[in-house]
């Protein structure tokens, strides 16, 4: 099983990153997902969830409003948009899946002026 996070980075508070997610190994379609971050000297925090089909999505609520999670399961990949960055998101970001402790290498993001 691999999960490879990218599409992290330096930004401006107010900016915005997409984060993607790319699945193999797995029956992708079939696990419910998980974006998690850990800021630095911190513990995991959970981000966001969304189910198998796509059909139920779950926030923390100080991203609330500000990201979206979104899967394409015919490409195999896991989103988040990330919006209105604030400097508290810094962090590195990993796709999880629900269930079996499947975890990406993270990709980070940094969020300063």
């Known amino acids: 099983v691999q999960l490879v996070e990218s599409g992290g980075g330096l930004v401006q508070p107010g900016g915005s990153l997409r984060l993607s997610c790319a699945a193999s190994?797995?029956?992708?379609?079939?696990?419910?997902m998980d974006w998690v971050r850990q800021a630095p000297g911190k513990g995991l925090e959970w981000v966001s969830r969304?189910?198998?089909?796509?059909?139920?999505?779950d926030y923390a609520d100080s991203v609330k409003g500000r990201f979206t999670i979104s899967r394409d399961n015919a490409n195999n990949t896991l989103y988040l948009q990330m919006n209105s960055l604030k400097i508290e998101d810094t962090a590195v970001y990993y796709c999880a899946t629900v269930g079996p402790p499947y975890r990406g290498q993270g990709t980070q993001v940094t969020v300063s002026s």
């Open positions: 969304i189910t198998s089909t796509g059909t139920y999505k």
């Open positions: 190994g797995l029956s992708f379609s079939s696990y419910d």
